[in-house]
């Protein structure tokens, strides 16, 4: 990988007006904060000590660097979830466009891109695995030589993405032991998989191996992961740690209160465990 220009370091999270080391790398969606601007985003995260805001693209990059803000989830604006690599018509151009994100990122320092399987469109599951098989065998090997993870989203099929093909973790696991690089894995997103699948806490430390990203937001509605909603964020970041896993938790929650820059800071601080 060439030498980074956004040097991904661990914060200190301050909790409770104490600095705490925190086990796991704090990172932001920019998407669910789009009501700031992006540099209001970056100072209000070097504040909390967020790390990273992510789901951004090339062109926004020069912008964290300033802010000594990473980014550790890269996209662009050609990836788009119901059109993925479980159509082989899509393969050419997304292969072509991925190949040019990684190098951007494996110069940047962006650590993971994010692909999507597609939507079904009356596709059988099975034929649509060995189809994103295919289509991301050579991006994997690509991905492998540039230094940079690709990490294929779960979402929901059932409230947000209607027809998402990745819906269900054995599939995203299946998926990624038949392509068997090491370059290739899951972004567990907690929110959608509670919504499809529960059994959350046994589901990642079963498939630990297979994870190199996760996602938060409170079940139901998708909004702050406080109390208020049904998943247990500390004891979740609990066995995340447990698994011996040392990367990137993302807040994915649509903030609802007044003062969003809180919700965040509170999100932040109950994955600090």
């Not at 609990?238 to 993302?250: P, Q, S």
Request: hydrophobic fraction near 40%.
């Amino acid at each position: 990988m060439a030498a980074g220009v956004m040097a991904l370091n661990k914060n200190l999270i301050l909790k409770d007006n104490e600095a705490i080391a925190s086990k796991l790398r704090h990172s932001v969606c920019r998407w669910c904060f789009r009501d700031m601007s992006l540099e209001e985003l970056c100072e209000a995260s070097q504040d909390i000590g967020i790390e990273s805001i992510e789901i951004v693209g090339p062109s926004d990059w020069e912008i964290l660097k300033k802010y000594n803000i990473g980014c550790a989830l890269g996209t662009d604006s050609f990836a788009s979830i119901p059109d993925g690599f479980n159509d082989p018509k899509n393969h050419a151009k997304l292969i072509e466009n991925y190949k040019g994100l990684i190098d951007a990122a494996a110069d940047a320092g962006v650590p993971n891109v994010i692909v999507f399987s597609g939507n079904r469109k009356g596709m059988d599951d099975m034929v649509g695995m060995e189809n994103c098989a295919v289509g991301l065998d050579s991006l994997a090997k690509y991905a492998e030589n540039a230094g940079v993870m690709i990490v294929m989203e779960l979402l929901n099929s059932k409230v947000n993405h209607p027809d998402y093909m990745c819906d269900h973790t054995p599939w995203g696991v299946q998926l990624v032991e038949k392509i068997g690089s090491p370059n290739f894995k899951l972004l567990y997103d907690i929110y959608h998989m509670q919504v499809m699948e529960g059994d959350v806490i046994a589901t990642i430390k079963e498939n630990k191996d297979h994870i190199a990203h996760y996602h938060t937001a409170g079940v139901p509605g998708r909004h702050e992961i406080d109390d208020s909603q049904e998943l247990n964020y500390p004891a979740i970041v609990r066995a995340i740690t447990e698994t011996g896993f040392e990367g990137f938790i993302a807040q994915e929650f649509i903030p609802v209160r007044e003062d969003k820059v809180a919700s965040l800071r509170q999100g932040v601080e109950l994955c600090t465990v």
